[in-house]
């Protein structure tokens, strides 16, 4: 039977709660397992894919199979793709940390690197809800992300947004940070995505009628 007004209230509130600190701990646990470095990527994809089930109405689902499945299945493939994303990364890090500041040349290539490390930042946003909504090579997935994330400039300004907003709240409320860092993060990405997937998926059905 299912509860009504103020207590039902409280208790999807609750169950909410509960689902979200777990698939948080399991994400832990599986990053650990991977001994961190290999764990990362796989439970993220196992992380995103539930989240992507729980949006797209999808509630009834073993979470603890389908984390188990989707990290195993996806371990190697997601690896390589974060190897790539890293490398990236690092070569920006350190590009930004060693050019000097003096000289117009330096300056402009030093501008030029921080329009790069915006684009990386864009792609870091998508890329994980892209992995597990399309089925794609690996160059692919970078790719398509960095262009939803420019042709929906004003959704992912709300990434943006969303994530300084989640930032600030677990920074004040530190306890919050085992339970639910991973887990309310991937869920605005994941739901903030979902609509850019919409809207595709819309044009592409209107190009084809």
């Known amino acids: 039977m299912e509860l009504s007004g103020l207590i039902g209230v409280f208790?999807?509130?609750?169950?909410?709660?509960?689902?979200?600190?777990?698939?948080?701990?399991?994400?832990?646990?599986?990053t650990l397992i991977g001994g961190v470095l290999l764990g990362f990527m796989p439970?993220?994809?196992?992380l995103f894919t539930i989240m992507r089930k729980w949006i797209m109405g999808e509630d009834a689902v073993a979470v603890f199979n389908m984390f188990w499945n989707t990290f195993r299945q996806d371990f190697i493939k997601s690896n390589l793709l974060g190897i790539?994303?890293?490398?990236?990364?690092?070569?920006?890090?350190i590009d930004l940390a060693i050019l000097p500041d003096d000289g117009v040349l330096?300056?402009?290539?030093?501008?030029?690197?921080?329009?790069?490390s915006i684009l990386f930042l864009i792609v870091v946003f998508y890329i994980f809800p892209v992995y597990v909504h399309y089925k794609?090579?690996?160059p692919s997935y970078i790719k398509?992300?960095?262009?939803?994330?420019?042709?929906?400039?004003?959704?992912?300004?709300?990434?943006?947004?969303?994530?300084?907003?989640?930032y600030v709240i677990l920074y004040n409320i530190?306890?919050?940070?085992?339970?639910f860092t991973a887990s309310l993060l991937a869920h605005l990405l994941m739901l903030l995505s979902i609509q850019v997937f919409r809207k595709v998926d819309k044009k592409q059905t209107n190009t084809l009628n």
């Open 11 to 30: 208790y999807r509130i609750s169950q909410w709660i509960y689902k979200f600190a777990y698939v948080n701990l399991l994400w832990i646990l599986f």
């Open 84 to 93: 790539v994303l890293f490398g990236i990364g690092y070569v920006l890090y």
């Open 136 to 138: 794609l090579k690996n």
């Open 43 to 46: 439970a993220t994809v196992a």
């Open 174 to 179: 530190p306890g919050l940070i085992p339970f």
């Open 144 to 166: 398509y992300a960095l262009l939803l994330g420019i042709a929906y400039p004003h959704i992912t300004i709300a990434m943006l947004i969303g994530v300084v907003m989640l």
């Open 106 to 116: 330096w300056s402009l290539l030093r501008y030029g690197i921080i329009v790069c």
